[in-house]
C-alpha cells in the first residue's frame, strides 16, 4: 500500500520535474540548476516564468494601450510616465520572489501527498465537487486541502489568477458584461463598500454592492 502511495506521489514530482526541464533547461546551462534540490529548481522555474510572464504580457499591454491605441482608452496626459513605470517595475520585482514562493510550496504539499490534488482526471472521471464552486474565491492553496483538484489545473488557475489580477488593476475598463472589469475593480478600491466580485458583477448585483462604472462616468459629466 505504502509503495502504491509513492508511486502515485512520484506521479507528481514527475510533472513538475518535466516542467523544470523544460524552462529551466531552455534558459540556464545544466550546471547552474542540475545540482539544485527539486525544491528550489521549481522555484527557479516559477521565478523566472514570472518573470518572463510579467514583461512579456505587460510590455505588449503598454505598447497596445499607451502607443498603438493611444487616446482611445487613456487621455494623452493620463499615461504614466517612463519613471512611474519603471517605479513600477522594481516593486514588482522585489515582490516577484515571494509572489513565486507560493505556487513552489503549494507543488511541495501536492508531491508529499498532504492535498487532496490528483495527477490524472481518469483517477475520479469528470465529477465537480459542490465545494469547489464555494471556495472559488479562497486562496488556491487553501483549496488544494478541501477540494479534489487536477494537478495541471491548479498550475493553470495560477497563472490565470495573475493574469487576472493584473487585468483589474489596469484601469482600463473593458465594458464586457457580466465581468467584474478594471471600471468596476477601481470603484471598489475608491469606495471599498463596492463591487466585491472578483471575476463577474453577479454576487454583487445579488447582494445590492454593485457601482457601474459607466454611472459614475455620467454622473461626472
Not at 510550496?105 to 492535498?115: A, L
Not at 493574469?163 to 458584461?177: E, P
Not at 454592492?209 to 454622473?219: A, H, I, Q
Request: proline share 6%.
Amino acid at each position: 500500500m505504502e509503495d502504491h502511495g509513492s508511486t502515485y506521489l512520484q506521479l507528481f514530482v514527475d510533472e513538475t520535474s518535466l516542467f523544470n526541464r523544460i524552462v529551466l533547461g531552455s534558459l540556464l546551462p545544466t550546471k547552474i540548476w542540475d545540482p539544485l534540490p527539486h525544491f528550489f529548481q521549481t522555484w527557479l522555474r516559477n521565478y523566472i516564468g514570472g518573470v518572463l510572464v510579467y514583461f512579456i504580457s505587460g510590455f505588449l499591454w503598454c505598447f497596445y494601450i499607451y502607443y498603438w491605441k493611444r487616446n482611445v482608452y487613456v487621455p494623452k496626459d493620463a499615461i504614466p510616465s517612463n519613471k512611474a513605470m519603471l517605479l513600477q517595475i522594481y516593486v514588482s520585482m522585489k515582490a516577484m520572489p515571494w509572489y513565486t514562493a507560493l505556487p513552489t510550496i503549494s507543488e511541495y504539499m501536492v508531491e508529499n501527498g498532504w492535498t487532496k490534488c490528483f495527477p490524472r482526471i481518469s483517477d475520479v472521471g469528470l465529477a465537480f465537487h459542490p465545494l469547489d464552486g464555494i471556495l472559488q474565491a479562497v486562496p488556491h492553496v487553501t483549496a488544494l486541502f478541501l477540494v479534489p483538484t487536477h494537478f495541471m489545473t491548479h498550475i493553470l488557475l495560477l497563472f490565470i489568477e495573475g493574469i487576472w489580477t493584473a487585468n483589474i488593476h489596469d484601469c482600463i475598463h473593458g465594458n464586457l458584461w457580466p465581468v467584474m472589469g478594471a471600471g468596476y475593480h477601481t470603484i471598489h478600491h475608491t469606495t471599498y463598500r463596492h463591487n466585491y466580485g472578483h471575476y463577474t458583477i453577479w454576487m454583487d448585483w445579488i447582494f445590492g454592492t454593485l457601482r457601474n462604472p459607466l454611472d459614475e462616468e455620467s454622473k461626472d459629466i
